[in-house]
């Protein structure tokens, strides 16, 4: 399945060890994507500014929380949560109902853990 | 065997002097349903105090908002709750919508990354909710995949659900279509926003929940 660096474009396959230490370009946060999306993926993000990709990441990483907030790289689900642009979402409800991680941290050779769990807030009911 | 036997002493003290019941009270729904309508309504009717703001623009709601220790009564039946209201679910946010409605772009981005994080936090809280009323506007088609994602969702998890048809007060309001839309469940039209038919909502949520 492969994996686009948000910043720069470049799409790396499973296990590259770019998603695993980041991309040469300084990206830090990776769309995953499944195959079968790649075109319609590729021609989003070629149309996006730079300006446009640097509030990507702003804005997917505080969506996601204080969590991913240190330097290891991030993989935000695309089947979970499409950003078109800033200020443009489309969700999938299915996938965000099935718990499936939103997003994956990477870090110490492998992914990790899922977040969607891991940031809970803290409930007081 | 005196293990067994001290659990089973120690259920029947319990159900003996149970006091009432006491759970957690979810409000769901697409945004601008009138969810915090509704959850004013409830805090003004019980506490006499307002829980949140409400506005004509969407995704007003971006996080959970909890009132504790809510007690309703009818009749000789209390019951006590949380009360949690939830950010809109949607499947599109789209912060132009919001600048049409009056909003910066600065403003309307924001609003719309706020709004994506809070339907991803409603989600995520619908795990600690033992009844959940899902509000639906009246004046508009029931069949939605928010809806039917949302109460599909809740059958699964064997979630005590019950409908509420908002927005009566409006001549477009069709209780009967939401009925036929989710012939399962009980659903009670209401208008929050001027108080009309709470009688039968609190005792609809009585029969849910008490």
């Not at chain 1, 409800?93 to 990790?112: R, T, W």
Request: hydrophobic letters at 40%.
């Amino acid at each position: 399945m492969p994996h686009q660096c948000v910043r720069c474009n470049t799409f790396y396959e499973d296990g590259a060890a770019e998603i695993l230490k980041g991309c040469p370009c300084g990206g830090k946060l990776f769309f995953f994507i499944k195959k079968e999306k790649l075109e319609k993926a590729k021609e989003v993000t070629v149309n996006l500014t730079p300006k446009e990709k640097q509030q990507i990441e702003f804005d997917v990483l505080d969506i996601i929380g204080e969590e991913a907030a240190d330097d290891q790289p991030v993989v935000l689900d695309m089947e979970a949560i499409r950003i078109l642009k800033p200020g443009k979402y489309e969700l999938d409800l299915v996938h965000l109902f099935k718990k499936d991680p939103l997003v994956y941290k990477v870090g110490e050779g492998k992914y990790l853990i899922d977040i969607i769990r891991s940031f809970s807030p803290s409930k007081k009911l | 065997m005196m293990n067994i036997l001290k659990k089973f002493v120690d259920k029947v003290f319990r159900d003996l002097f149970k006091k009432k019941k006491h759970i957690r009270l979810g409000l769901y729904g697409p945004p601008n349903g009138g969810k915090t309508t509704l959850a004013n309504r409830i805090c003004q009717d019980w506490l006499g105090e307002d829980m949140g703001s409400v506005s004509p623009i969407a995704h007003e709601t971006r996080e959970i908002y909890v009132k504790e220790e809510i007690n309703i009564k009818s009749g000789r039946k209390e019951l006590s709750f949380n009360l949690v209201d939830t950010p809109g679910i949607a499947t599109k946010i789209d912060y132009e919508n919001f600048v049409k409605k009056g909003l910066s772009v600065k403003e309307a981005k924001k609003r719309a990354r706020e709004a994506t994080k809070g339907v991803i936090d409603a989600i995520k809280w619908l795990d600690d909710m033992d009844t959940v009323i899902v509000v639906i506007d009246a004046t508009k088609d029931p069949m939605s995949q928010v809806n039917i994602t949302i109460i599909g969702n809740l059958q699964a998890r064997k979630t005590p659900v019950l409908i509420v048809a908002n927005k009566t007060d409006l001549k477009k309001a069709d209780v009967k279509k939401i009925q036929a839309a989710f012939p399962q469940y009980s659903v009670v039209g209401i208008s929050a926003r001027y108080g009309n038919n709470m009688d039968n909502f609190y005792e609809a949520l009585f029969a849910i929940a008490g």
